[in-house]
């Protein structure tokens, strides 16, 4: 499986980016998974719900399933953050893993930078970072795109990852 990374710092647009990405490179036929970074607490069920209670009583895992889909919740309690590597081994074949965040990982990205944010590039300090996806110009060595086409990244990650 091919694997190409969108990161950059809070607020840069890093989600939106990923979500345009999905949907023009699904629509060009290729099927795309993705893997989201977070670097606080989450739950994906609610209080009350019975997989909810089942985790809260200890469970180490909870499968919930439906006709719709499925989701298979671990829970780490006291142990180390999963290694990237390992976590994209839990995935199904598919043409291209989208991943977003991960910055210290060394896998291809693109960053994406909003000049508000006011926060140095991290293209300038990390070479596994291949271009820029920004909302204004900027001084790099790296390809830079306007952080809105969508397409024009797209089709640089897919040129890049050889599809």
Known sequence: MKIYGVTGYKNAGKTGLMERLVTEITGRGFTVSTLKHAHHSFDVDHPGKDSYRHRHAGAHQVLLSSRARWALMTELRENDEVPLADLLKQLDPVDLILVEGYKRDKHPKIEAY??????????????????????????????????????AIADFILSEVGL
């Open 114 to 151: 909003r000049s508000a944010n006011n926060h140095p590039l991290i293209a300038q300090e990390d070479e596994t970072i291949r271009a820029i996806a920004s909302d204004c110009a900027l001084d790099v060595t790296q390809p830079q795109f306007d952080l809105n086409d969508t397409k």
